[in-house]
């Protein structure tokens, strides 16, 4: 099975290309914004920022509908803004502040959203996978026509529960898309160090799954390559396999010098591969002008200012916070 990249559509319009570069922007922006918190010590503990993937969450948060799900790792703040999670609550939440969407218990790694169905980061590594096959396998018994968009990365890929999954889900063809970020390196190891095969997304051959590898620095290909398994999904065909090949800028998290990798190789890529540049270099040889776009920057600067503001102003959780939300009591029913 030869591995086939999704190239980009050429018919996006300018609106569509706007939102996308905002999207991308907003992600970038309260990124970097993090990043500054944590240097200030208002962030604790493990901080994976997502600057660079922007476009595989963009892109593939385009196709969904309503009541999709999606679950991912700890590199998830991106994940969360681009489902439409309120930055405010994401960025306590990151402080370890009341206002978080964790009530200031989770941090960086462990947020949630029943209402925008985002079902977390997960702090092990390949952990949220079969947890994504079984919302999948739920919305597979309700008959509801959902999908389930499940992230990991290449590090991930090699873990064995990853298979498990993949097995379970090709065997009871549950709607379930797993997406593999491919951003070069698993912490601090290349993936041509950690694997032999030429790709990760051909493993699900040997399961019958479906799949393809994307350009993931486009954010218009990876929206192609999203519809099309999506599609299938929907198609009652069971799973697709999406390996996403993107590249992150900065360390694996906050405490990582990322020493393994030359600035050439980061400088180089965001000089010719960047994805919001891209984006931003389209729309001006369109439609769009500079004062579009500078509007565009001040709006998210603003958005992203509020939310740092709001994450220091919330109070910290109460001390009897430390006993809520240990147990689920089994005889109340519960909301799917």
Known sequence: MAAKRATRKSNASKEELLKYYREMLLIRRF??????????????????????????????EACTEEGDKRITTYRDHGHMLACGMDPKGIMAELTGRSGGFSAGKGGSMHMFSAEKHFYG?????????????????????????RVTFTYFGDGAANQGQVYETYNMAELWMLPVVFVIENNQYAMGTAVKRATKSPSL??????????????????????????QKAIEHCRAGKGPYILEVMTYRYRGHSMSDPAKYRTRDEVQKMREERDAIEQVRKRLLEGDATEDELKAIDKEIKEIVNE??????????????????????????????
């Open 31 to 60: 990124e970097e914004k993090a990043g500054q918190l944590y240097g200030m010590g208002l962030i604790g503990g493990f901080c994976h920022l997502y600057i660079g993937q922007e476009a595989v969450v963009v892109g593939l």
């Open 121 to 145: 980061g997960h702090g092990i590594v390949g952990a949220n996978v079969p947890l994504g096959a079984g919302l999948a396998f739920a919305d597979k018994y309700k008959g509801n026509d």
């Open 201 to 226: 997304w051909e493993r699900g051959a040997a399961y019958g799954i479906a799949g393809e590898e994307v350009d993931g620095m486009d954010v218009l290909a990876v929206k192609a390559a999203g």
């Open 307 to 336: 939310a740092a503001e709001f994450s220091k102003e919330s109070p910290e959780p109460d001390l009897a916070e430390l006993w809520t939300d240990i147990y689920v009591d089994g005889s109340a029913p519960q909301n799917a």
